[in-house]
């Protein structure tokens, strides 16, 4: 299998000899060892109830439990005041299954699950790009080594969040080839647990995979009619009174909390209120400059790029992008670090830099870095600030607007990295499609070796 083509690098790379992909397999297996051992050494040395919350997860078994026991009140339950369930009938059905388990095996069951979605991830990611052998076991293990310590991954680790498994189904789901039958299945689904994965239909259709559209729609659908079989009542309150609309409002100052690293969230924050023609405006330009970037580039043969850009696409346009939905940053390293490995000389070191400053900016940080309001997992959200947290919110100024939106200003900065991308891409396919004189061949992407 050829290599998906580097972007805005050279268009190959020549295969690493086995004895090279030992050696870094070699080091990749000792810093995901490292890793893992620092990791649970933090674990060891903190009371559970600062690591392994569970936050979440809590919601959701008792959200499954209401569908056993209580079905009219599931979304008029408060599992804390401001804390609701807020998922579609078909999650809770399938909560409702998961609640059979025991609380203590549950809880560890969805932290594999999570934990192991890093990896999965990781791994098809670059199998997309190509690489096969020692070279993608080496490039999973030394980039889940970082991807372990990233903020995002860590909060939904650690409160049982259901971002890393639907991150890893939709991954898994767009890695297949487009001649399996099945392909849209995963996106649907996802879509059906949690809405803002709708966007990757969307993708699917003007990237001109109508019959992986067409499945995952038809996927999405079957959800909502499982809904309606185990929860005929709450499907109606929630599909069919708009309700799904409004399930996640919260107050102004809410929404423009520190945790909420959405566009909606950064114009409310810039302009003091909800000012609603401007982030319309906003998520308009960013929504069509997104998915027709991500169209592009699969279109001219970088369909991994392709919905990494619908991800972050998506994240930047959902009204509430708490710091853990930001978990895409785990494939977006593996692209970027793919294609610092495939440039050369100075724009190798470039793109190297870049994805340096990726990873440092979403990574967790001790608290002596993140300051006393960091969050545990501590991340630089907000790292200079004191304890008024909310009622600062319409009050920024200077360097506040800046570390309160510290997360969608780099996911602005990547979108804004991937259009190009494709703007760069659209242009090399048109010249080779419409040539104005004879030209040479293009040079032909190297298999790459194990």
Not at 27 to 45: E, H, Q
Request: net charge positive; with cysteine.
């Amino acid at each position: 299998m050829r290599s998906e083509p580097g972007l805005l690098s050279p268009a190959g790379a020549p295969p690493e000899t086995s004895q090279a992909a030992r050696r870094a397999l070699a080091w990749a297996g000792v810093a995901f060892g490292l890793s893992l051992a620092a990791y649970v050494a933090d674990i060891a040395l903190h009371p559970l109830s600062l690591t392994f919350r569970f936050f979440d997860l809590n919601i959701y078994n008792h959200a499954g439990l209401l569908v056993r026991h209580d079905p009219a009140a599931l979304y008029t339950w408060h599992f804390m005041p401001g804390v609701q369930y807020l998922y579609t009938p078909f999650a809770a059905a399938g909560f409702a299954v998961t609640s059979f388990l025991p609380w203590a095996l549950l809880k560890w069951l969805m932290a594999a699950a999570s934990f192991a979605a890093v990896p999965v991830t990781v791994w098809v990611t670059f199998g997309q790009l190509g690489w096969r052998g020692r070279r993608r076991q080496a490039a999973v293990l030394g980039l889940s080594a970082v991807a372990l310590w990233m903020e995002p991954a860590l909060v939904s680790l650690q409160q049982g969040q259901i971002e890393l498994v639907l991150m890893m189904l939709i991954a898994v789901d767009l890695c297949q080839p487009d001649s399996r039958r099945w392909k849209g299945v995963g996106v649907g689904v996802a879509a059906g647990i949690k809405l803002v994965p709708l966007i990757f239909i969307v993708y699917l259709v003007v990237a001109g995979k109508l019959r992986q559209a067409a499945v995952a729609t038809a996927a999405f659908a079957g959800t909502v009619l499982i809904g309606f079989a185990v929860l005929p009542g709450q499907s109606v309150k929630f599909w069919l009174t708009g309700y799904f609309l409004h399930s996640g409002d919260f107050p102004v100052v809410s929404l423009g909390s520190l945790r909420n690293q959405s566009l909606l969230a950064m114009v409310i924050r810039a302009s003091g209120g909800q000012d609603t023609v401007l982030w319309l405006a906003a998520a308009v330009a960013v929504g069509c400059l997104g998915l027709a970037a991500a169209a592009v580039l699969h279109r001219r043969g970088q369909p991994t790029a392709g919905w990494i850009t619908c991800a972050v696409t998506g994240v930047l346009l959902s009204p509430i992008s708490w710091d853990n939905h930001w978990v895409w940053i785990v494939p977006m390293l593996a692209l970027l670090t793919y294609t610092a490995i495939r440039a050369r000389g100075a724009l190798r070191l470039g793109w190297f830099a870049v994805a340096a400053v990726a990873a440092a900016v979403f990574a967790d940080w001790p608290a002596e870095v993140a300051g006393p309001r960091g969050f545990v997992p501590h991340g630089l959200l907000g790292f200079h600030f004191g304890p008024h947290i909310l009622s600062e919110v319409f009050h920024l100024h200077g360097l506040q607007q800046i570390t309160w939106n510290v997360y969608v200003l780099p996911g602005l900065g990547m979108l804004a990295l991937l259009v190009a991308w494709a703007a760069i891409a659209w242009r090399r396919g048109r010249g080779r499609a419409r040539p104005r004189a004879p030209l040479p061949a293009a040079p032909v992407p190297s298999a790459v070796g194990s």
